[in-house]
């Protein structure tokens, strides 16, 4: 994460809008709400605002509820001075705003823990990445240190709240992680008080699209690894992570509607450490450049936003996920 803090500095001054992804999740708007408030109080004249691309979760709006979060669905990018995007690895994850950032003069700033993507670094100013991280709220905290500003009470309890949901509840994560973890809780917010702010009920449509992915879920032997494909309209990440919690070692789980298909993938651990296999890289990124659209993720998590038919994604999902360990093997 190279880069001159004198030139984000600069950046980050007069008419700034931080963009969130689509069902926006608490590392999402917990970094761009801590972002926004280091720009502020770096450049007190600033005025930000964070854009909701395409809505939050049920859990990010409990989120941005209790902390006081202001978001907005609106915005003009044609007068923004900056444009900062967060917690996205391409432009696709931000619905119809994607073209209009991508067409606009202003300069932008990528902050992200997700695998780079090419067309993502060709249009970015900055772009601040750490694949290490387990957050991109734990990548915005660095930059509070960087500029020697301590976080308030809320801002930091904002920043455990994006740490804790995408470390998994503090389940995960490296040292540098849990130092964060220890330095925040040292100004503000428990551990259970975060752990409660992120406990919540499934509702019934989850449920339902978790029962109905394995339902019609289809299993893959490759090579003794279990890889398993189903498809449902809504809740593609949730119904992955059921099935990894079922047992299989790769879930694919494709759905959406007629504009758009998304893809979530998930594996274990230990087909990671016993293949090699990087979800983000080797396979999110090829299917959304195949599909017409991005992919990218993590070694264990990724994503993909493009158009055209779920089946034959999943489809060539497994042939590049049977490619990878059958080479890994052959080795």
């Given at each position: 994460m190279r880069f001159?803090?004198?030139a984000l500095r600069r950046l980050i001054s007069g008419k700034v809008l931080l963009f969130c992804h689509h069902n926006a999740d608490p590392d999402a708007i917990c970094s761009a709400y801590a972002f926004k408030e280091l720009?502020?109080?770096?450049?007190?004249?600033?005025?930000?605002?964070i854009i909701l691309t395409g809505g939050a979760s049920s859990l990010s709006k409990r989120?941005?509820?209790?902390?006081?979060i202001e978001t907005a669905n609106d915005g003009s990018v044609a007068e923004a001075d900056a444009l900062i995007i967060l917690d996205a690895a391409t432009l696709t994850q931000l619905e119809d705003w994607g073209e209009k950032i991508a067409g606009a003069?202003?300069?932008?700033?990528?902050?992200?823990?997700?695998?780079?993507?090419?067309?993502?670094?060709?249009?970015?100013?900055?772009?601040l990445v750490d694949e290490e991280a387990t957050s991109t709220c734990e990548i915005v905290y660095a930059l509070y240190q960087r500029y020697g500003v301590t976080p308030s009470t809320n801002v930091a309890r904002a920043l455990l709240t994006g740490i804790a949901y995408d470390s998994k509840h503090f389940t995960i994560g490296t040292a540098e992680t849990f130092k964060a973890v220890s330095e925040l809780l040292e100004i503000g917010g428990s551990i259970g008080e975060v752990v409660g702010l992120l406990a919540s009920d499934m509702d019934r449509s989850e449920r339902i699209a978790r029962l109905k992915a394995g339902q019609r879920m289809q299993i893959h032997d490759v090579e003794g690894w279990t890889v398993v494909t189903?498809?449902?309209?809504?809740?593609?990440?949730?119904?992955?992570?059921?099935?990894?919690?079922?047992?299989?070692?790769?879930?694919?789980?494709?759905?959406?509607?007629?504009?758009?298909?998304r893809a979530s993938l998930?594996?274990?651990?230990?087909?990671?450490?016993?293949?090699?296999?990087?979800?983000?890289?080797?396979i999110?990124?090829?299917?959304g450049g195949e599909f017409g659209g991005a992919g990218s993720g993590h070694a264990t998590s990724a994503g993909v936003n493009a158009v055209g038919s779920p089946q034959a994604m999943l489809s060539r999902a497994v042939e590049l996920i049977s490619v990878k360990i059958k080479e890994k093997q052959s080795g």
């Open positions: 001159h803090p004198d720009a502020k109080t770096l450049n007190p004249t600033t005025e930000a605002k989120v941005t509820e209790n902390l006081g003069d202003a300069p932008k700033v990528f902050i992200d823990h997700h695998a780079p993507h090419p067309s993502t670094l060709r249009l970015a100013t900055i772009y189903t498809h449902v309209g809504s809740f593609q990440a949730s119904a992955a992570r059921a099935l990894i919690g079922l047992g299989a070692d790769v879930a694919v789980v494709s759905g959406g509607d007629k504009k758009t298909l998930r594996s274990t651990e230990r087909l990671h450490e016993g293949t090699s296999i990087h979800l983000g890289r080797d999110a990124a090829p299917l």
